[in-house]
């Protein structure tokens, strides 16, 4: 049958989805916050479900029991927390371990996939919660079958004696138990019965029993033929009517007792549904199940318990149309061997389905109990028998109103408000309480009345703390911030002098600064220009455009800042000045600024080691002796060189008379080179722009 499921899931081009939920501790009720194992599944919005699925002993050092729940809605999501819209109801507040299900929300209030969980792993899982403020139309599965308390082990006994109990399984709880709420040594005791599995075969060979639900799990079958009969493991017992509305996992059947390694394990519980709508309109084939898993069959040894069935909750105003509700226990496994009968395992108990039911509906609703195994050996022309295994007890159908339906909100947090937040300097401001609550300042200020103070004068930003305890002890800090207005200022944007020689890198440091903080972040950006033929681009932030070395500049001054500075790089190059202007041509700055003036200054670059002739630096000649036409260089100076920006000699040629000889630049040079001509005693050099391969 699960094949034939499976083979069908592909046929539909059926999708599932898994409702994911983690492990979460640490609730604070007052502030209505939990920290959560997983943060980065949740989102804003999200709808809930709480859920303690085990017995814990909280802060208070008291008992817990399993099974408290609630709705909520996630607010926040921050450091690892999660904040809440709603209250977090008592007791479940002072469990330290929950478990927090992220509700399915189906879209269009259509289901239309196969909807499952994982298996319930101490922490977390189990439970699908589904959610939805409209009418829902079911059209595919949702199944929790076998999510609930796990397996047991074995209870396998390595010595084959003909000892009726198993030494190692006489302690109150055993190994080969089936889990239940309260399945921990530390807190069994005092806790309620049914709130512990199925048992495990104590005795030789005999028969696990079956794990509760609604109702009580059936007992294992009795120690093997061969010896006289001993006591069966009873089964789990039934949960009381008064704890029906607690979410409880389905307990495990209990493991069948073993000593020929072939032991049969019980079977898993079942899990958790719970969803809230509107009408829930349920289509031909849909099925809602929370079944538990039968056990293990044996050879010559005891077999498992089945699993009691689980919970499913429909909060919904009415459940209609044609649909399966299963919540059934599992069966017990069966035994075989070649001459005594072993102990087959209980029969798990049936679960609880609660529901508001349409009389006319043809909704079937299954909670019955898992049938017991059998046993039978080989040789003996004997009929199959029980051999003392019990089928568990049927389950419930419930359907009483709804105490769970609704959350409680507690409306918004009482908090500080300051009408106005930024004051003239020396000014004074209005705090008041928004909400009802007691208030104790921690920072001074003047009382006006029980919801109103005022500041001291405000010459610098502060903070005003108070503590803000609620009616119910809640207590919470606030505290709210005030600040001077800021006043104007005037932004000094400078540039540095700065000297190099030809073809080194040059620094260029912008200044940005005022003559007291402003009070709040701003931006800008200085734009600065220079000349093209001494300093060129060698950053990311500059450019040549227009005749003219380009940066762009930005810069930022926080709140409590009053200067900043920026750096880019240039590099000299043999040009046609000494010395150029560094000009900041523009500042543009956010509009938030507060600035009202922006003071420019200028700086300046030097070339150093400059040839002198006549008494002065020369970088352009005007001398007849120097022509140059394309390629063609036309002197009569005794030495020509042709170098780059950064002075390297790319070709040289030597006029071995006072006559004008004409020279040519080879076609693979290209881009901005200087030809530079003299003699003895002077230096003269032309830029020119050369593009590779241009022609006379």
Not at 115 to 127: A, D, E, K, L, P
Not at 154 to 182: E, K, V, Y
Not at 539 to 555: I, K, M, N, Q, Y
Not at 646 to 652: A, D, N
Request: glycine share 14%; aromatic share 6%; net charge neutral.
């Amino acid at each position: 049958m699960a094949l034939l499921f499976f083979l069908s899931l592909i046929a539909t081009g059926d999708s599932v989805v898994v409702v994911q939920s983690s492990m979460a501790w640490n609730i604070d009720a007052c502030q209505r916050s939990v920290f959560v194992a997983q943060p980065q599944i949740f989102n804003s919005g999200d709808r809930i479900l709480l859920h303690a699925g085990v017995c814990t002993v909280g802060p208070d050092s008291n008992h817990y029991q399993a099974g408290d729940w609630s709705w909520n809605v996630v607010d926040t999501v921050a450091a690892g927390r999660l904040w809440l819209r709603y209250s977090i109801a008592e007791p479940l507040a002072q469990h330290p371990v929950v478990q927090i299900v992220q509700a399915y929300q189906p879209p269009d209030g259509i289901i239309d996939r196969r909807i499952s969980t994982r298996q319930w792993n101490g922490t977390c899982g189990g439970v699908i919660a589904v959610w939805s403020d409209s009418d829902i139309d079911l059209r595919g599965p949702i199944s929790a079958s076998g999510a609930g308390f796990a397996a047991p082990y074995p209870t396998w006994n390595d010595r084959d004696t003909s000892d009726l109990t198993d030494p190692a399984a006489t302690t109150s709880i055993h190994r080969g138990d089936g889990q239940g709420a309260c399945s921990f040594q530390a807190i069994a005791s005092g806790t309620h019965p049914w709130f512990l599995g199925g048992k495990s075969g104590r005795a030789r060979n005999s028969g696990g029993s079956g794990g509760n639900g609604a109702a009580g799990g059936g007992r294992g079958g009795s120690t093997s033929s061969a010896f006289q009969s001993s006591s069966h493991a009873p089964g789990g017992r039934a949960r009381p009517m008064a704890d029906s509305a607690r979410l409880v996992f389905g307990t495990a059947g209990g493991s069948g007792h073993g000593n020929d390694l072939d032991g049969g394990v019980g079977g898993a519980g079942g899990g958790i549904i719970v969803i809230r709508c509107g009408r829930l309109r349920m289509h031909p084939g849909s099925i809602i199940s929370a079944d538990g898993v039968s056990g293990k069959d044996a050879s010559h040894d005891g077999a498992g318990g089945g699993g009691g069935g689980g919970m499913i909750v429909l909060d919904a105003d009415s459940v209609e149309g044609d649909v399966t509700i299963s919540a059934r226990g599992g069966h017990g496994g069966s035994t075989s061997s070649t001459l005594f009968v072993s102990g087959p395992g209980g029969g798990g108990a049936g679960g609880s389905v609660m529901a508001k039911l349409v009389s006319n509906a043809s909704v079937r609703v299954n909670v019955q109990p898992g049938t017991a195994g059998s046993g039978r050996v080989s040789i003996a022309p004997v009929a199959t028998t029980d051999h003392g295994a019990l089928d568990g007890e049927p389950g419930r159908i419930i359907t009483t109103a709804y105490r769970w339906r609704q959350v409680a909100d507690r409306g918004a947090h009482p908090r500080l408000v300051c009408t106005d937040s930024v004051v003239e300097r020396g000014a004074t401001a209005t705090i008041r309480l928004a909400g009802s609550a007691d208030v104790n300042w921690i920072d001074a200020v003047t009382t006006i009345d029980n919801v109103t103070w005022r500041t001291p004068a405000i010459n610098a930003g502060r903070w005003f703390r108070a503590r803000i305890v609620l009616e119910d002890g809640c207590a919470s800090i606030d505290s709210v911030h005030v600040r001077p207005r800021p006043t104007s200022q005037t932004l000094t944007v400078s540039i540095g002098d700065v000297r190099a020689k030809a073809g080194d890198s040059v620094d260029i440091y912008l200044s940005v600064r005022t003559s007291a903080p402003v009070g709040r972040n701003f931006e800008g950006i200085a734009y600065v220009s220079t000349h093209p033929r001494v300093l060129l681009p060698a950053g990311g932030s500059g450019r040549v455009h227009d005749s003219r070395t380009r940066l762009a500049l930005p810069f930022r001054l926080t709140t409590t800042g009053t200067s900043t500075y920026r750096r880019d790089r240039l590099v000299a190059v043999l040009g046609d000045s000494a010395a150029v202007q560094l000009s900041i041509d523009s500042v543009v700055l956010s509009t938030s600024s507060g600035v009202v003036s922006v003071r420019r200054m200028h700086g300046s670059f030097t070339l150093e080691d400059l040839c002198v002739a006549g008494g002065r630096p020369r970088l352009i000649s005007s001398d007849p002796l120097l022509l140059i036409r394309g390629r063609k260089i036309i002197t009569s100076a005794p030495e020509v060189y042709v170098c780059d920006v950064l002075g390297r000699i790319l070709t040289r040629h030597r006029n071995t008379t006072s006559d004008e000889r004409e020279f040519e630049i080879e076609a693979d040079i290209g881009g901005l080179v200087f030809v530079v001509v003299g003699g003895e005693g002077w230096l003269r050099s032309v830029p020119v722009w050369l593009s590779p391969g241009m022609s006379r």
